[in-house]
């Protein structure tokens, strides 16, 4: 065999290995190394003094409980109404001692309040980023205290890695819920993103005999200035917060409980037609009934109440797709990017929508958005894949289906394809190589692969 036929037939038993060695390689190199993120305890190190313990006292000086607090600067605690329930002072805990701290603002319809030590507290700077623009599956850090020993001292940092998993409009920002939950004592603590700006406030819920984990926006952060003087609060005004339905139906929604997350957004609809939250939560619980036109309303209504919703506009997309209403669809998911460009989802819904109409180029267009935000995807590699073939461009879907297959190696669909391709461009070679892998992975597709392309 000549040296180019060699190099044109390679076994594709050797992809693997080649692969894993050409990563690691890239791992290695220098300009990799100069490019290497902040480590996860570097971070921590960084953040974790802007993060407090405290304990809130009574009139008479009795502990009513403990919790969390981030100093935002040399004498601000911001934590929950929750953690401070009724007390109007309490103390700051830091490695370097204790501080008095009296409540000094407190928006209970937010659950946001904020303490003010009675003397100076050096810390690093903190960076107040916003929850605005956090997608679902965003990388976040949740960061705590609790009380590890007895008396005053013995506070200790929590660190937890958390991914965010729901999102709702309110207040002018996004409400945050991430997944796992965390530890009821890091409740007014901080969650940040992976460059450590602080993107919300850590709010710890009971719902229902579970631990729900939920963040205020770091947005309300600069306005609780402006609000209402801890002086003029009210006795029991925290049960009226404005945040405990939007918790509830968070709570519902993961644990999939849709009649009765549908029974509370239609009780909140009924209370405040004009909340755009409600209606998409009960668009939310209609798409899971598989009742699509009702879907279709309430996300309509939820748009209608606040049109720059992009989750309404993406999930009305889905709703349009799902009755094969594919031109409405198509503009619901395009408003949806219009608004939210980095939402790979709803690109990927989009691509596949334009594929469903046979609009190839412009489902490849949005394939190919998916794999900008997410190049590591084997589904829109795959999905790829499948419309070159359906346009005849055999090369760039084999292309395609080797990276889905880099990726997700255990992917028949995708090696089976693949081998197609191989057999319509007559590298017999190949094609052998897909069915040894086949016969490994699934054994009656590769019989089926090997009656109609092996076999003369």
Same mark, same amino acid.
């Given at each position: 065999?000549?040296?180019? =036929?060699?190099?044109? /037939?390679?076994?594709? &038993?050797?992809?693997?290995?080649?692969?894993? $060695?050409?990563?690691?390689?890239?791992?290695?190199?220098?300009?990799?190394?100069?490019?290497?993120?902040?480590?996860?305890?570097?971070?921590?190190? +960084?953040?974790?003094?802007?993060?407090?313990?405290?304990?809130?006292?009574?009139?008479? !000086?009795?502990? %009513?409980?403990?919790? =969390?607090? *981030?100093?935002?600067?040399?004498?601000? @605690?911001?934590?929950?109404?929750?953690?401070?329930?009724?007390?109007?002072?309490?103390? @700051?805990?830091?490695? &370097?001692?204790?501080?008095?701290?009296?409540?000094?603002?407190?928006?209970?319809?937010?659950?946001?309040?904020?303490?003010?030590?009675?003397?100076?507290?050096?810390?690093?700077?903190?960076?107040?980023?916003?929850?605005?623009?956090?997608?679902?599956?965003?990388?976040?850090?949740?960061?705590?205290?609790?009380?590890?020993?007895?008396?005053?001292?013995?506070?200790?940092?929590?660190?937890?890695?958390?991914?965010? &998993?729901?999102?709702?409009?309110?207040?002018?920002?996004?409400?945050?819920?991430?997944?796992?939950?965390?530890?009821?004592?890091?409740?007014?603590?901080?969650?940040?993103?992976?460059? $450590?700006?602080?993107?919300?406030?850590? =709010?710890?819920?009971?719902?229902?005999?579970?631990?729900?984990?939920?963040?205020?926006?770091?947005?309300? *952060? *600069?306005?609780?200035?402006?609000?209402?003087?801890?002086?003029?609060?009210?006795?029991?005004?925290?049960?009226?917060?404005?945040?405990?339905?939007?918790?509830?139906?968070?709570?519902?929604?993961?644990?999939?409980?849709?009649?009765?997350?549908?029974?509370? =957004?239609?009780?909140?609809?009924?209370?405040?037609?004009?909340?755009?939250?409600?209606?998409?939560? &009960?668009? #939310?619980?209609?798409?899971?009934?598989?009742?699509?036109?009702?879907?279709?309303?309430?996300?309509?209504?939820?748009?209608?109440?606040?049109?720059?919703?992009?989750?309404?506009?993406?999930?009305?997309? !889905?709703?349009?797709?799902?009755?094969?209403?594919?031109?409405?669809? %198509?503009?619901?998911?395009?408003?949806?990017? +219009?608004?939210?460009?980095? /939402?790979?989802?709803?690109?990927?819904?989009?691509?596949?929508?334009?594929?469903?109409?046979?609009?190839?180029?412009?489902? #490849?267009?949005?394939?190919?958005?998916?794999?900008?935000?997410?190049?590591? /995807?084997?589904?829109?590699?795959?999905?790829? !894949?499948?419309?070159?073939?359906?346009?005849?461009?055999?090369?760039?879907?084999?292309?395609?289906? +080797?990276?889905?297959?880099?990726?997700?190696?255990?992917?028949?669909?995708?090696?089976?394809?693949?081998? @197609?391709?191989?057999?319509?461009?007559?590298?017999?070679?190949? @094609?052998?190589?897909?069915?040894?892998?086949?016969?490994?992975?699934?054994?009656?597709?590769?019989?089926?692969?090997?009656?109609?392309?092996?076999?003369?």
């Amino acid at each position: 065999m000549s040296l180019n =036929s060699a190099k044109k /037939n390679y076994d594709l &038993s050797h992809l693997y290995s080649v692969m894993i $060695g050409g990563f690691v390689s890239a791992l290695l190199s220098p300009i990799a190394a100069a490019d290497t993120p902040e480590t996860r305890d570097q971070f921590f190190l +960084r953040v974790r003094p802007s993060v407090v313990g405290l304990s809130l006292v009574d009139t008479d !000086g009795g502990l %009513i409980g403990h919790g =969390s607090g *981030v100093l935002i600067d040399t004498a601000r @605690v911001i934590t929950t109404c929750q953690v401070v329930k009724d007390a109007k002072s309490g103390h @700051v805990h830091r490695p &370097s001692g204790i501080f008095k701290a009296v409540l000094q603002h407190a928006e209970p319809a937010r659950d946001l309040c904020q303490m003010k030590a009675l003397q100076h507290l050096q810390s690093p700077p903190i960076v107040l980023g916003t929850a605005k623009k956090i997608r679902i599956g965003q990388r976040v850090y949740a960061i705590g205290t609790r009380k590890s020993g007895k008396g005053r001292e013995g506070w200790e940092s929590l660190l937890s890695e958390a991914v965010v &998993s729901n999102l709702r409009p309110y207040g002018g920002s996004q409400y945050i819920q991430i997944s796992p939950a965390i530890a009821p004592s890091s409740s007014g603590g901080g969650l940040f993103d992976e460059q $450590g700006r602080l993107i919300g406030i850590l =709010s710890v819920q009971f719902i229902e005999g579970e631990n729900f984990t939920f963040a205020l926006p770091a947005d309300w *952060v *600069v306005e609780l200035a402006n609000r209402t003087p801890a002086t003029q609060r009210s006795q029991g005004v925290t049960k009226k917060n404005g945040l405990n339905w939007l918790n509830h139906t968070l709570a519902l929604e993961k644990k999939g409980d849709w009649p009765g997350l549908f029974k509370a =957004s239609q009780q909140e609809i009924k209370r405040d037609p004009a909340n755009a939250a409600a209606w998409f939560s &009960s668009g #939310i619980a209609l798409a899971h009934f598989k009742q699509y036109n009702r879907a279709v309303h309430a996300y309509r209504e939820a748009i209608r109440n606040q049109g720059d919703y992009g989750e309404a506009w993406h999930k009305l997309g !889905g709703a349009y797709a799902y009755l094969k209403e594919y031109d409405h669809a %198509i503009h619901a998911y395009r408003d949806a990017l +219009r608004l939210e460009p980095e /939402n790979a989802e709803a690109w990927y819904e989009l691509a596949n929508t334009y594929y469903d109409v046979k609009q190839y180029a412009h489902a #490849i267009h949005a394939y190919r958005e998916v794999l900008r935000i997410q190049p590591e /995807n084997p589904d829109a590699w795959y999905k790829l !894949g499948i419309t070159y073939d359906d346009m005849k461009l055999y090369g760039d879907a084999v292309e395609a289906y +080797r990276e889905a297959l880099r990726i997700q190696p255990e992917n028949t669909d995708a090696w089976y394809h693949l081998g @197609v391709d191989y057999a319509i461009e007559g590298d017999r070679d190949k @094609v052998r190589e897909v069915y040894r892998v086949l016969r490994e992975l699934d054994r009656a597709k590769a019989e089926q692969y090997f009656n109609i392309y092996i076999l003369p």
